[in-house]
């Protein structure tokens, strides 16, 4: 009983000291997010500029030089990069805010699914949506499940490309938790990488395809809203992540 004690004084000690670390990166992060915002701001406003004035001498015959007006893309495509990732930075510090309400799952999934037409019209990956209809409403912080469902369908179709299919789901599990489901048609993910696939700024992709925050957040955001995030994923066979969020009760 002994042992058994100290074993668990221990394992609430190393959660006490992680909860620590996450909440001083969570500081850290906001504070490099509000030193980056303002000077790349002004980056990519002055070479959106320059590209326009460089493209303009081009049109009016002067000799616009093609090699200036790449290298000007290139710094505002980079400093738009940088900003990206500062987003990440700040949503992995400080997710939406707003109060846990009862809300509409389907509801919030067809919203947040506008947001990522773009994903699905500018590849050949294919979006199947299957929602279970007269769904209980979930007890969540809106705002905050659309960034769950944003980033679930952004990693899902960046890990099915070139082509395939991205399957999104919603279904009832029991009178006291409802199930979102993103599954993808990707390469699946080794059992070791599914080990640390949550942990801050680790990442599977290719340098400058992520920012290893995503998932951290989204596993962030569900404990926030007392759920749970699970993957089911087999190399060869796909990923799958399951949301499993707490419904609405009379007593909340």
């Known amino acids: 009983a002994i042992g058994q004690d100290q074993s668990v004084l221990s ?12 909440s001083s990166l969570g500081r850290i992060a906001a504070g490099v997010v509000h030193e980056l915002n303002n000077p790349l701001t002004a980056i990519g406003v002055y070479s959106e500029h320059l590209i326009s004035k460089a493209r303009s001498r081009g049109q009016t ?8 007006c790449d290298k000007l893309v290139s710094i505002r495509d980079n400093a738009e990069r940088i900003q990206a990732f500062a987003k990440d930075l700040m949503q992995y510090a400080k997710p939406a805010m707003g109060a ?20 699905f019209g500018d590849s050949g990956i294919v979006l199947h949506r299957d929602l279970q209809t007269k769904l209980p409403d979930v007890y969540a912080v809106p705002g905050q499940l659309e960034q769950v469902i ?13 082509v395939g299919r991205v399957e999104v789901r919603s279904y009832c599990e029991d009178a006291s938790r409802v199930i979102l489901a993103v ?30 925050l995503g998932l951290c957040i989204v596993r962030n955001i569900m404990e926030r809203n007392s759920g749970e995030l699970l993957l089911d994923s087999e190399l060869g066979n796909g990923s799958e992540f399951r949301c499993v969020i707490p419904a609405f009760a009379e007593t909340n």
């Open 100 to 119: 846990r309400a009862r809300v509409s799952l389907n509801q919030v999934i067809n919203k947040s699914l506008v947001f990522c037409e773009h994903l």
């Open 61 to 68: 015959g002067e000799n616009a030089c093609v090699e200036e």
């Open 11 to 22: 394992q609430l000690q190393r959660q006490l000291v992680q909860a620590e670390k996450m």
């Open 183 to 212: 599954k993808d048609e990707g390469p699946g993910i080794s059992i070791s990488d599914q080990e640390r696939i949550f942990e801050p700024f680790f990442t599977t992709k290719s340098d400058g395809e992520g920012t290893g």
């Open 150 to 162: 944003v980033n679930l369908v952004t990693n899902a179709v960046q890990a099915s490309a070139p």
